[in-house]
């Protein structure tokens, strides 16, 4: 039974700095990513991460702070998110995909996701 687990969210101030985790079971894939959806707002693929040519991808309002990371003999999927700001806020959720062969930021091409993670940053 394939099972991805989010965890590491929380209450921080602006500023600080946070890691969330996935750790995925029941298989490995080749492409992850993690998704965050505030209050009101559409599903956000944040960033990308693809073993296939070790490729990544950032949304433009979170590069330079956000890095996606991976280690394969854990089988997680990790997102050190530095310098925080309130409109990060959001539920972050990781997914997995065992059908595309490369980075994607739209939902439909992941199969598998968390149960999300709560990250609150106050001003």
């Known amino acids: 039974q394939v099972q991805l687990v989010d965890s590491g969210g929380g209450l921080v101030q602006a500023g600080d700095s946070l890691r969330l985790s996935c750790a995925a079971s029941?298989?490995?894939?080749?492409?992850m990513a993690w998704f965050r959806q505030a209050p009101g707002k559409e599903r956000e693929c944040v960033a990308a991460f693809s073993r296939i040519g070790d490729r990544r991808y950032y949304a433009d309002s979170v590069k330079g702070r956000f890095t996606i990371s991976r280690d394969n003999a854990k089988n997680t999927l990790y997102l050190q998110m530095n310098s925080l700001k309130p409109e990060d806020t959001a539920v972050y959720y990781c997914?997995?995909?065992?059908?595309?062969?490369?980075?994607?930021?739209?939902?439909?091409?992941?199969?598998?996701w968390g149960q999300g993670t709560q990250v609150t940053v106050s001003s």
């Open positions: 997914a997995a995909s065992g059908r595309i062969l490369t980075v994607s930021t739209s939902g439909s091409s992941y199969d598998y």
């Open positions: 029941g298989r490995t894939f080749n492409n």
